[in-house]
């Protein structure tokens, strides 16, 4: 069976600036670009959703800069996108600027009923936080129970996570939909991610039909 719903985890694109005589900020614009062409190979093989980790809440900590630049490529993006795929954000978009915020909304809405694969954005995201925040309002139900917990998440409307890809050669989640990676397939690539090509996309898909998954049993 193929994959549904993969994640990326888009490391590498400050590294890969800099490699490039670029600043980090430039980074970002070209990992953009990067995206793109994943999430365009993906829909073209069949798969339904892809998540991607844009911000973690933790990302608050890097320079100024570095965060307006994110902010800047992210806003672009969400007012300047006219696509067939379906946008969609999950993070805390309260302490966002309010210009941001709105862009977010406004790419939600303008592509909700869109026909194209899915292209879920984590934004100003932890994993952990999405966890206590499900469970908070589950509690707050009074049905404390897997399903009325997972439709509190923020990925509560997509297919389950089959795979999740980091790229930049570290090997770990990074507070990356914890909970939705249960049993999911890792992939890890020493490749920096504005480095992605088509070629790849097709490596890690055809790499996890091979994986036999025994969710346990
Ligand atoms: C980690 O690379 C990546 C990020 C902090 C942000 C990635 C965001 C984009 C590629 C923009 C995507 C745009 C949209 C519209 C979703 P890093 O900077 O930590 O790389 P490094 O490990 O080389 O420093």
């Given at each position: 069976?193929?994959?549904?719903?993969?994640?990326?985890?888009?490391?590498?694109?400050?590294?890969?600036?800099?490699?490039?005589?670029?600043?980090?900020?430039?980074?970002?614009?070209?990992?953009?670009?990067?995206?793109?062409?994943?999430?365009?190979?993906?829909?073209?093989?069949?798969?339904?959703?892809?998540?991607?980790?844009?911000?973690?809440?933790?990302?608050?900590?890097?320079?100024?800069?570095?965060?307006?630049?994110?902010?800047?490529?992210?806003?672009?993006?969400?007012?300047?996108?006219?696509?067939?795929?379906?946008?969609?954000?999950?993070?805390?978009?309260?302490?966002?600027?309010?210009?941001?915020?709105?862009?977010?909304?406004?790419?939600?809405?303008?592509?909700?009923?869109?026909?194209?694969?899915?292209?879920?954005?984590?934004?100003?995201?932890?994993?952990?936080?999405d966890i206590i925040h499900a469970a908070k309002i589950a509690?707050?139900?009074?049905?404390?129970?897997?399903?009325?917990f997972e439709k509190n998440l923020?990925?509560?409307?997509?297919?389950?996570?089959?795979?999740?890809?980091?790229?930049?050669?570290?090997?770990?989640?990074?507070?990356?939909?914890?909970?939705?990676?249960?049993?999911?397939?890792?992939?890890?690539?020493?490749?920096?991610?504005?480095?992605?090509?088509?070629?790849?996309?097709?490596?890690?898909?055809?790499?996890?039909?091979?994986?036999?998954?025994?969710?346990?049993?």
């Open positions: 069976m193929g994959a549904n719903h993969v994640g990326f985890i888009m490391d590498g694109n400050g590294r890969w600036a800099t490699a490039h005589g670029l600043s980090r900020a430039e980074g970002y614009a070209y990992g953009l670009i990067a995206l793109r062409k994943v999430a365009k190979r993906c829909e073209e093989r069949g798969v339904k959703a892809v998540s991607v980790y844009a911000f973690s809440t933790e990302n608050i900590a890097r320079p100024t800069d570095e965060i307006n630049a994110i902010f800047g490529v992210v806003e672009k993006f969400n007012l300047t996108y006219d696509g067939r795929f379906k946008i969609c954000y999950m993070g805390d978009f309260s302490t966002l600027p309010d210009k941001l915020a709105d862009s977010i909304e406004s790419v939600e809405q303008r592509t909700a009923d869109n026909e194209g694969m899915t292209l879920n954005i984590a934004f100003n995201y932890g994993g952990r936080a509690y707050d139900h009074g049905e404390f129970i897997e399903d009325t923020g990925s509560s409307r997509l297919p389950a996570l089959d795979m999740i890809v980091r790229t930049g050669g570290e090997k770990r989640l990074s507070n990356f939909m914890l909970y939705e990676a249960a049993y999911a397939e890792l992939f890890f690539l020493d490749k920096l991610w504005p480095d992605m090509q088509e070629s790849d996309v097709d490596a890690l898909l055809e790499d996890f039909e091979k994986r036999t998954r025994k969710f346990g049993k």
